[in-house]
């Protein structure tokens, strides 16, 4: 699978996340916390290998002021993740900022697929697309085999550099 093609993948996967999160009920605590850390998880395992790998591979002139948006989107994502790190699903900002979550990944998701994969297509080969994509599903699979989320709190500072 391309770079591309596993980037729309997890995308997707978490947009079905999201869904089955929307239609819990609002007593099922453990439920939604499950899907949170579920989303959490997938969230911050895939903004690593997009800052470490898929960013710096279509750095250049004409791209690095969308690649600096998507660092700021990837910001405000995890700034979201610690807040909800430090809550509880019962609390009642919990849904709230889930809520906002989910649109701040739907849009950076939109911008991404539309921009930066047309960026990509232009500036990496098909072998590279398949090189780099075996690097990012090699990279997020050994991410996901800890629990991500539990590092998103110390990437909050500040953008990623790109």
Same mark, same amino acid.
């Given at each position: 699978m391309n770079a591309l093609e596993l980037i729309k993948q997890q995308h997707e996967e978490?947009?079905?996340?999201?869904?089955?999160? =929307?239609?819990?009920?609002?007593? !099922?605590? %453990? +439920?939604?916390?499950?899907?949170?850390?579920? /989303? *959490? #998880?997938? @969230?911050?395992?895939?903004?690593?290998?997009?800052?470490?790998?898929?960013?710096?591979?279509?750095?250049?002139?004409?791209? =690095?002021?969308?690649?600096?948006? !998507?660092? %700021? +989107?990837?910001?405000?994502?995890?700034?979201? /993740? *610690? #807040?909800? @790190?430090?809550?509880?699903?019962?609390?009642?900002e919990f849904d709230a900022k889930m809520k906002v979550l989910q649109e701040q990944v739907e849009h950076h998701v939109e911008e991404e697929e539309k921009d930066l994969f047309k960026a990509a297509r232009k500036i990496l080969s098909k072998d590279q697309l398949d090189d780099l994509g075996i690097q990012l599903e090699e990279e997020y699979d050994s991410l996901m085999e800890g629990e991500p989320r539990n590092d998103v709190p110390e990437e909050t500072d500040h953008a990623a550099p790109i």
């Open positions: 978490v947009s079905k996340l999201f869904k089955k999160y =929307e239609k819990l009920a609002d007593h !099922a605590d %453990e +439920e939604r916390q499950e899907l949170f850390e579920q /989303i *959490a #998880d997938r @969230l911050g395992a895939h903004a690593k290998i997009e800052e470490l790998y898929l960013y710096p591979a279509i750095k250049k002139e004409d791209t =690095e002021d969308e690649l600096r948006e !998507a660092v %700021e +989107e990837h910001l405000a994502v995890k700034r979201l /993740i *610690a #807040d909800l @790190l430090d809550m509880e699903p019962s609390d009642e």
